[in-house]
């Protein structure tokens, strides 16, 4: 969705109320607000987070928070969500173990041809730092169009170096692309 503000700013900061806790500012502030709630409250961001934000208010306040209806657009990852993502798996243990660099280019070369798979909106410096937190290699294997996985959520040149059992328990959380490496992930594991 194309969502804008209008150009006259109401006099007073806003105020939004979304999953039963509500949230006061500026629409910025807001939006950092959700994301620091996610994380207090150990939330993994869904994809597609920011248009729930957008419509609650939009809900409220139709006149300045405009809907341009839809755009169309590559399918996107938010610095955001990758973020989230990767406090959940840093929550599961993950430390600086990862799989073999076979194993690694074998599953971003599945990436490669998802149709899930899209643009990660974001600066490098972004990218980079989540990289850094991963303390994965500093290889990209996947092409920029399919750096960030819709699905999940994560940052495709990094999460193809995971190790299985820090992945495992999302394999039936999402809607995984029928060829898509994660339904290879060992059951057994669990």
Avoid at 50 to 74: C, F, M, Q, T
Wanted: net charge positive.
């Amino acid at each position: 969705m194309g969502w804008i503000t209008g150009s006259k700013r109401p006099a007073r900061p806003l105020e939004v109320t979304i999953d039963g806790f509500t949230y006061k500012g500026w629409v910025s502030g807001i939006f950092r607000a959700y994301l620091q709630r996610s994380s207090v409250d150990n939330r993994l961001l869904p994809q597609g987070w920011e248009d729930k934000v957008w419509r609650a208010l939009h809900a409220k306040y139709p006149s300045y928070i405009i809907n341009e209806g839809p755009k169309e657009a590559p399918p996107q990852v938010s610095i955001s969500t990758i973020k989230s993502f990767l406090s959940m798996v840093r929550r599961r243990g993950l430390a600086r173990e990862v799989v073999s660099e076979d194993v690694a280019r074998a599953r971003a070369a599945i990436c490669s041809e998802c149709p899930k798979a899209g643009v990660i909106t974001g600066c490098s410096a972004c990218k980079s730092l989540v990289k850094s937190i991963l303390k994965t290699p500093k290889t990209n294997f996947v092409p920029h169009d399919k750096s960030g996985c819709t699905v999940c959520g994560c940052f495709v040149d990094a999460k193809v170096w995971i190790k299985d059992e820090h992945l495992v328990d999302e394999l039936s959380n999402h809607d995984w692309w029928e060829d898509c490496w994660m339904r290879t992930l060992d059951s057994a594991i669990r």
